[in-house]
């Protein structure tokens, strides 16, 4: 089913499209270490595409590629059909790729209604001026049409009751949620979530899950994460990609990975004799 | 008892978000409007303008520029005196070269000319922080006063070396020189002043003040998010050298009439306005203000005491003033490091409860 590039039918029947990302021999070396090592796999359209593997395999460097943040030593990324060169991260945000951060990176001083409206900068374009002007300029209606919008996100992820707290007096769970809130601000094609569980309790999780899917099923969202908890990546995902020492060791639907004997070995070990 | 939020439903997000959300709180900005606009122009006499109101006004521009630099954006800059002094030549400049033109649209160009200075200046930001960037700054203070002390055409080959505001008039009524009333100074200033405040207010609730604050809180999250930091940065120079260009100029003007560089604009006047900032509040508006009325009032006040109340002699007495402005600011940032803006906040969520805590 890989080779197809009209898409698939998932297991619960969504229709997947076509190829949005595809990643062509990454390398990356940071001086002697070579965290990644000859990678391809691509992200199709509306897909839940998650990365795993053991600590230190590689799977956030992966992210950071696809993000941007690093450019790889060698291979290529293609996005939409263009090959992307190296560029800036507030330029690959404009392209309407977004992402969480493992270790949570909001703006503390902000409330969370702030926090979730950066996530629209991308989409307001009234400059220095415009905003000065506010009332006469349009500047303030722009605002409250991207405010609009940011509520039906608050909306979604049910925090309407902590909007205008500061971001740095919430919970961690709850700080999870608004980085999330964030990030879907953007409207991205692309959605990047680094270890999205991590550090949660079991309701926190099934929450968390809750939103991944709804917000994939509803905005037809692209997504790509990280996650440790293997119960978790299996009942969301859509494809697997398995990561081992920089290097893809399996790739699939969660069924074929799990019985990929390859992926047992690097999970549970192997007697080397 | 007096902040009620019950039954002041919101239906729009316009109202939801104006500034003062809170109907007593919005009642009591109109009476300030009306009694700085209305009541004190007409007691106002030549003591109370020079020794309080009109400093005031014009620290509370130059705070609120340096606030939306070291507040908002996170940079901090030791060069406001510098930055003052470039408004206060270039407004002189302007006014004997074309003198026809309004001494208002020449405070205007003065802050444009410190905006474009104080980007300039502005560059480094983008590759250090923190204290470096203040050190760098720093060398900006030094520079420019250095510059307009050693270059003749700046004050215009005045063999004092001074520069001194030749009168013009806004409305037919003199806002500088000799024949100034009180009533003009303070008008003058007023106005800007209110100006400034509506503009650095409009900037710091849209995107322009969410960019700044992002690269204030985590550049990194901030960059990847979509802001990019070179023009945020220098966005944020621009803007704030810009008011504190508008407040170097009307000091000069304005307020002293007659200047000298290194006295009026030195290094002291960097860390008085930092202060002020600091004491006031980053990243608050109403800080500046604060911060502006906090340290321009304290020592007309404990002068007022020491000498008027209590009959010490005048040198003993700002001897003792010193120490004690010195004293207070250390006491303070000890006691709220968050400053008048946030000792404000809570005294309003008490208050907000009053008399009944729960």
Known sequence: MKDMNEGYLTADGR???????????????????????????????GEIRAIIGPNGAGKSSMLNVISGFYVPSDGEVWFKGVRRGPMKPYEIARLGIARTFQNIALFDGMSVLDNIMTGRLTHM???????????????????????????????????????????????????????????????????LLDEPMAGMNVEEKEDMCRFVLDLNDEFGTTIVLIEHDMGVV??????????????????GAPDEVRNNQAVVDAYLGVAHD | M??????????????DSQTFPIKFDRLRYYGVLIVAFGIVPLFINDYWASAVAVPFLIYAIAAIGLNILVGYAGLV??????????????????????????????????????????????????????????????????????LFNKVPWFYNYS??????????????????????????????????????????RNLTRGTVGRKWMAIRDMDIAAEIIGVNPLTTKLSAFAVSSFFIGIAGALFFSVYLGAAEVGEAFGI??????????????????????????????????????????LGWPTDLAAHIELMIVGGLI?????????????????????????????
């Open chain 1, 15 to 45: 229709q997947i499209g076509g190829v949005v990302m595809e990643l062509k021999d990454i390398t990356l070396r940071f001086g002697g270490l070579t965290a990644i090592e000859k990678i391809s796999f691509d992200i199709r359209d």
């Open chain 1, 125 to 191: 374009k009234k400059g220095l001026i415009a905003q000065a002007g506010w009332w006469f300029t349009g500047a303030a209606r722009e605002e409250y049409e991207n405010r609009e919008k940011v509520e039906r996100i608050i909306d979604f992820l049910e925090i309407q009751n902590i909007r205008k707290t500061p971001v740095g007096r919430l919970p961690y769970g709850l700080k999870k949620r608004v980085e999330l809130a964030r990030a879907l601000a953007a409207e991205p094609k692309i959605l």
């Open chain 1, 234 to 251: 299996m009942d969301l995902s859509d494809r697997v990609v398995v990561m081992d020492y920089g290097k893809k060791i399996g790739d």
């Open chain 2, 2 to 15: 007096f902040y009620r939020e019950a039954g002041d439903f919101k239906s729009s997000y316009q109202e």
């Open chain 2, 77 to 146: 800059s030791l060069g406001t005196g510098g930055f003052m002094a470039v408004g206060a030549y270039s407004v002189y400049k302007l006014m004997t070269a074309f003198p026809d033109i309004s001494i208002f649209v020449h405070v205007i160009l003065a802050g444009v000319v410190t905006a474009a200075v104080g980007v300039l200046f502005g560059l480094p930001s983008l590759r250090i922080k923190g204290f470096y960037l203040a050190v760098a700054t720093l060398a900006a203070q030094f520079f420019l006063v250095w």
């Open chain 2, 159 to 200: 063999a004092s070396g001074q520069i001194t505001a030749p009168e013009r008039t806004v409305f037919s009524v003199f806002v500088t020189g000799a024949q100034t009333s009180a009533t003009a100074k303070y008008m003058f200033c007023l106005v800007i002043l209110t100006l400034v405040a509506l503009v650095a």
């Open chain 2, 268 to 309: 002291q006047k960097s860390f008085l306005i930092l202060f002020m900032v600091i004491i006031g509040g980053l990243g608050s508006i109403f800080g500046s203000f604060a911060g502006a009325a906090f340290l321009v009032l304290l020592p007309v006040f404990l002068k007022n005491v020491l000498v008027g109340a």
């Open chain 2, 330 to 358: 250390v006491v303070f940032l000890i006691a709220e490091p968050h400053g008048l803006a946030q000792l404000w906040r809570v005294a309003k969520e008490k208050l907000r409860l009053w008399p009944f805590p729960y």
